[in-house]
């Protein structure tokens, strides 16, 4: 008997072991929705019996039975698109089989595809955009933002950023509606956290995260994997049942937190990506200012700048990127700032108020920091090495990047150099370019790059190489947490990454564009709703797309299904609707 069969069956037997007990439990039954089924959907009933059996044991809410809609208001398929007056640089585009309603103030999206039904909550659990503007194909809805993914059977994450997945709703068609059976506890949030069953942990000796970053790679044993999230890997070893005690520890003062928007918003506190009472709830330690300084790994323990010494049964290391320091004359100079902890928004924000700044690198960071500055300093200056900024995006896209800036009041000096910063008193005031351009600058922010934070390795007999990493970190938590438990592994990792400006423009870009011979640029640039394609050998590499479209994310979905897009192909999909190849 496998352990689903199983834990239905504990469940059975718990609900039949006395006539008085069964009584009790109908009672129950009728006024609460305990351990009713049809509140949840088939698929979940289906795929996921075990959690299914411990949640319904434990919500005890009030059922929800309502009718959402007619029938006929779901489409079947094809796509249709109309403004969303709100947002005018998206709209609900290709909303391919969904529809959204409303259950008591709860958005909900309802999927039709080849006559079934299925239902999942209506917000994205990244950063609560709706998802009617996504995808939908082969039982998975895709956010139109970031590319989150969702199961519409289970509301399990399929595919990162977001840290939760979503409530699946049983959704029925009687006569001519569709009724949606559900709690109240399961309608009373868009997301849904995992809950944790395990409720001892072993007495061996524990995992050990070091760092709070986004990449790394895991050692102890024979595990050496580069790239996992030390949050994704806490959480995914208690998901997949690890029941060995967790540590995390890292060099900063706040628990884990979402990095990304450090660089959008730098007048905001860091976001925490869980509450201390979820750390408690999942048995993983946290803690604070603990700086890993070496790694002895036949013996299995780590040194802590403090000096004391701690055993691990297997250790992750992922400390992320450290960043690139200004090498220049002047470069120790007060003043200068770079952007990677939570520490840092703040820190530049009090002193480029009323001041001239200037933002050394153009790319993500040095931009979107830039933009972040504008209205509270008196001017604001990027120093771009290349012909356009965000040169990783293509020069058409670097252009109309630099105009719109430029419209905003943030002077973009191209193809410049730094040659050296001087000051008076210890203090930041001039940036010289090579050029002899002098700039006034009270504040300087660089933001040059990242390079991996394992240099202090090297010492500690691990062998490191030089790949790099990206937002897929995530995803390789998962996977790192699978393999230390020596459980399957399904690599479909798509590389994905996003930039939002002034919180009104966002570009999205999906796979790897390095190598690439050719591009395709549809749309307008300048107006920020177009799609390009990046070729190499007549096969798409890369997909960046700005405004409605939904091309990146249905890139990315093509690259998890291994479907290969050719040149032929874009060629006839000349409105950029990537789902006809998804079916």
Same mark, same amino acid.
């Given at each position: 008997m496998d352990d689903n069969s199983a834990a239905l069956m504990a469940l059975l037997r718990k609900q039949t072991s006395t006539a008085e007990a069964d009584k009790n439990k109908e009672e129950k039954d009728k006024s609460c929705g305990m351990y009713r089924r049809e509140y949840f959907s088939e698929d979940y009933t289906q795929h996921g019996i075990s959690d299914m059996c411990r949640e319904m044991e434990y919500d005890d809410s009030a059922p929800v039975e309502?009718?959402?809609?007619?029938?006929?208001?779901?489409?079947?398929?094809?796509?249709?698109?109309?403004?969303?007056?709100?947002?005018?640089?998206?709209?609900?585009?290709?909303?391919?089989?969904?529809?959204?309603?409303?259950?008591?103030?709860?958005?909900?999206?309802?999927?039709?595809?080849?006559?079934?039904?299925?239902?999942?909550?209506?917000?994205?659990?990244?950063?609560?955009?709706?998802?009617?503007?996504?995808?939908y194909s082969n039982g998975k809805i895709?956010?139109?933002?970031?590319?989150?993914?969702?199961?519409?059977?289970?509301?399990?994450?399929?595919?990162?950023?977001?840290?939760?997945?979503?409530?699946?709703?049983?959704?029925?068609?009687?006569?001519?509606?569709?009724?949606?059976?559900?709690?109240?506890?399961?309608?009373?949030?868009?997301?849904?956290?995992?809950?944790?069953?395990?409720?001892?942990?072993?007495?061996?000796?524990?995992?050990?995260?070091?760092?709070?970053?986004?990449?790394?790679?895991?050692?102890?044993?024979?595990?050496?994997?580069?790239?996992?999230?030390?949050?994704?890997?806490?959480?995914?070893?208690?998901?997949?049942?690890?029941?060995?005690?967790?540590?995390?520890?890292?060099?900063?003062s706040i628990t884990p937190y979402d990095r990304v928007l450090l660089s959008k918003r730098l007048d905001n506190p860091a976001v925490a990506l869980r509450t201390e009472e979820f750390y408690t709830e999942n048995h993983i330690v946290v803690r604070l200012n603990s700086e890993v300084t070496s790694i002895d790994p036949p013996y299995h323990t780590l040194t802590l700048a403090d000096g004391s010494l701690h055993e691990y049964s297997k250790v992750v290391i992922a400390v992320g990127g450290a960043v690139r320091k200004l090498r220049n004359e002047g470069a120790d100079l007060k003043g200068i700032h770079t952007l990677r902890n939570h520490a840092d928004p703040a820190g530049i924000?009090?002193?480029?108020?009323?001041?001239?700044? &200037?933002?050394? =690198?153009?790319?993500?960071?040095?931009?979107? $920091?830039?933009? +972040?500055?504008? /209205?509270?300093?008196?001017?604001?200056?990027?120093?771009?090495?290349?012909?356009?900024?965000?040169?990783?995006?293509?020069?058409?896209?670097?252009?109309?990047?630099?105009?719109?800036?430029?419209?905003?009041?943030?002077?973009?000096?191209?193809?410049?150099?730094?040659?050296?910063?001087?000051?008076?008193?210890?203090?930041?005031?001039?940036?010289?370019?090579?050029?002899?351009?002098?700039?006034?600058?009270?504040? &300087?922010?660089? =933001?040059?790059?990242?390079?991996?934070?394992? $240099?202090?390795? +090297?010492?500690? /007999?691990?062998?490191?190489?030089?790949?790099?990493?990206?937002?897929?970190?995530?995803?390789?938590?998962?996977?790192?947490?699978?393999?230390?438990?020596?459980?399957?592994?399904?690599d479909h990792n798509v590389p994905f990454f996003w930039a939002m400006y002034f919180w009104i423009i966002s570009i999205r870009f999906a796979g790897v564009s390095e190598g690439h011979d050719s591009t395709v640029l549809r749309g307008d640039t300048d107006s920020f709703v177009f799609v390009q394609y990046y070729f190499r050998d007549n096969r798409v590499i890369a997909v960046c797309s700005a405004g409605p479209s939904l091309a990146s994310i249905q890139f990315e979905s093509m690259c998890s299904r291994k479907i290969t897009l050719t040149r032929e192909m874009v060629e006839n999909a000349p409105d950029d609707n990537l789902s006809v190849y998804l079916k």
């Open positions: 309502e009718v959402v809609c007619r029938v006929d208001e779901v489409p079947e398929g094809g796509s249709f698109s109309y403004p969303d007056t709100q947002e005018p640089l998206f709209c609900r585009h290709f909303s391919f089989r969904m529809h959204e309603v409303e259950l008591r103030g709860r958005k909900i999206v309802i999927v039709r595809d080849k006559g079934k039904f299925s239902a999942v909550n209506g917000l994205c659990a990244h950063y609560n955009w709706p998802l009617i503007n996504g995808f895709r956010c139109q933002l970031h590319g989150a993914c969702f199961n519409t059977g289970t509301g399990d994450i399929e595919d990162y950023p977001t840290f939760d997945g979503l409530h699946p709703f049983n959704v029925r068609k009687i006569g001519e509606n569709l009724v949606i059976s559900t709690t109240e506890k399961r309608l009373g949030s868009d997301r849904h956290t995992k809950p944790n069953w395990i409720r001892r942990i072993t007495t061996e000796k524990p995992i050990i995260i070091v760092g709070g970053g986004c990449s790394g790679l895991i050692t102890g044993m024979t595990f050496t994997f580069y790239g996992p999230a030390a949050q994704s890997i806490a959480e995914n070893l208690r998901v997949e049942g690890s029941r060995t005690p967790i540590i995390m520890m890292t060099k900063e924000m009090a002193e480029a108020k009323g001041e001239d700044v &200037v933002c050394i =690198g153009a790319s993500f960071i040095g931009t979107e $920091a830039a933009c +972040a500055l504008v /209205g509270e300093a008196k001017s604001v200056t990027v120093i771009c090495t290349t012909a356009e900024p965000v040169p990783a995006l293509g020069e058409a896209i670097g252009r109309s990047l630099r105009l719109y800036f430029e419209g905003k009041c943030i002077k973009i000096i191209t193809n410049a150099r730094v040659s050296k910063l001087t000051g008076a008193d210890g203090r930041v005031q001039e940036v010289h370019l090579v050029d002899g351009t002098v700039l006034p600058a009270r504040c &300087v922010v660089a =933001g040059i790059g990242v390079d991996p934070d394992t $240099a202090w390795m +090297a010492e500690c /007999g691990i062998e490191l190489d030089k790949r790099g990493f990206v937002k897929t970190a995530q995803k390789h938590g998962q996977m790192a947490a699978r393999s230390m438990l020596n459980k399957p592994i399904v």
